[in-house]
């Protein structure tokens, strides 16, 4: 690589806008840039994706990254087999980051890239195997969306956007936090707990989606492993902070 394209792609990572240095880098870009690009505080992505490929076939399958930052996500999916990742990204700081290192990696026939927010009001009339919804709906109203919407509406909008989703996938991996616009001071739930947030989306999709498996995160010894739902790990552990409080959701859709 390039030294010139090199150090744009370290000053794109380090200059991205609100959610900059939010992922890290897929570990088949860390070993090309010879550093690994550390985000603001950890978001496990590895854990995650671990995750999904126990729930999820990726192999030849074609995939859409909503909200995809920095790209880790569709990058394990093309290494893991993808035959094609559509990727969308509002802040063109990554979406360019994203180009080029698709350009470095020589897989750019395999992305497509969209420089601009999911239309969710009007999304494109195309099918996926897999969509990927990974913490961006917690932002609606903020980032993208109505920004005149008040938190009731916010939530029934989440589960409309959901639910238009399955109109165009076989299986979506959804997760979200608990602060509407990622304010603390606008929780979504009354007490801010796993059972609120898994009712509240098992009951707003149950006609459109079926829940295949739900992750949540666990302490083992120093590890963080994502594990099937129990009556044990439904418990709001507050020790492990918020990020490791949110489920992450396996959906089919129901035909």
Request: glycine content about 8%; proline content about 4%.
């Amino acid at each position: 690589m390039k030294h010139e394209t090199r150090e744009t792609l370290i000053r794109l990572y380090h200059t991205a806008g609100k959610h900059g240095q939010y992922q890290i880098l897929s570990p088949m870009i860390q070993e090309i840039l010879g550093l690994a690009f550390q985000p603001s505080k950890p978001r496990f992505e590895k854990e995650r994706f671990r995750f999904i490929v126990e729930h999820c076939q990726i192999k030849n399958k074609k995939v859409l990254d909503i909200g995809g930052n920095a790209g880790f996500f569709t990058f394990e999916m093309v290494n893991h087999g993808a035959g094609q990742v559509v990727y969308y990204e509002g802040d063109e700081t990554y979406a360019t980051l994203v180009e080029i290192l698709a350009k470095v990696l020589h897989v750019e026939e395999k992305i497509v890239i969209h420089k601009t927010y999911f239309p969710f009001d009007t999304p494109p009339k195309e099918s996926y195997d897999l969509i990927l919804l990974l913490n961006v709906m917690h932002h609606i109203g903020d980032d993208f969306g109505n920004k005149f919407l008040n938190r009731d509406r916010a939530k029934a909008k989440i589960l409309e956007y959901l639910n238009v989703l399955s109109a165009h996938t076989d299986y979506l991996v959804f997760q979200m936090g608990f602060c509407w616009k990622g304010n603390r001071n606008l929780p979504l739930f009354p007490h801010g707990t796993k059972e609120e947030m898994i009712q509240y989306i098992v009951r707003g999709t149950e006609r459109f989606w079926r829940i295949v498996a739900i992750g949540i995160p666990e302490k083992h010894g120093e590890r963080i492993v994502y594990c099937p739902l129990s009556e044990k790990n439904i418990k709001r552990d507050d020790s492990l902070g918020e990020f490791l409080n949110r489920p992450l959701f396996v959906l089919e859709v129901k035909r």
